[in-house]
């Protein structure tokens, strides 16, 4: 089973204060992740400052959403980012075509 993400709106949730390193925010937008269950978990994504929102549709987790482990695992970085899965479908069928890769030119 692919897991995907689905973003059902574009709103966002915007929080701000102030502690004792100064003034901070932070801007999330709400996700389910279909990993094959009877029911999607449900997951924030926090968005950078000036990022503009997801819009609703489906992703998958692009491979910024990743990093390498302390101990060589792989592991989440703290902001995921989301690819269109029709994005992802186009980029995935340079695989099959002539040996290229992914955001290689072939």
Do not use: C
């Not at 089973?1 to 701000?16: G, K, N, P, T």
């Amino acid at each position: 089973m692919l897991a995907y993400v689905e973003i059902a709106s574009d709103a966002v949730d915007f929080r701000e204060g102030r502690n004792d390193n100064g003034y901070w925010s932070v801007r999330r937008q709400k996700g389910f992740m279909h990993q094959g269950g009877p029911y999607p978990d449900p997951f924030e994504i926090t968005l950078d400052e000036k990022q503009p929102p997801y819009a609703a549709g489906n992703y998958i987790l692009a491979g910024g959403s990743f990093r390498n482990g302390k101990y060589g695992g792989l592991e989440f970085n703290r902001n995921v980012q989301l690819i269109p899965v029709a994005d992802a479908i186009n980029e995935l069928s340079k695989l099959t075509k002539h040996g290229a890769r992914p955001g290689v030119a072939a």
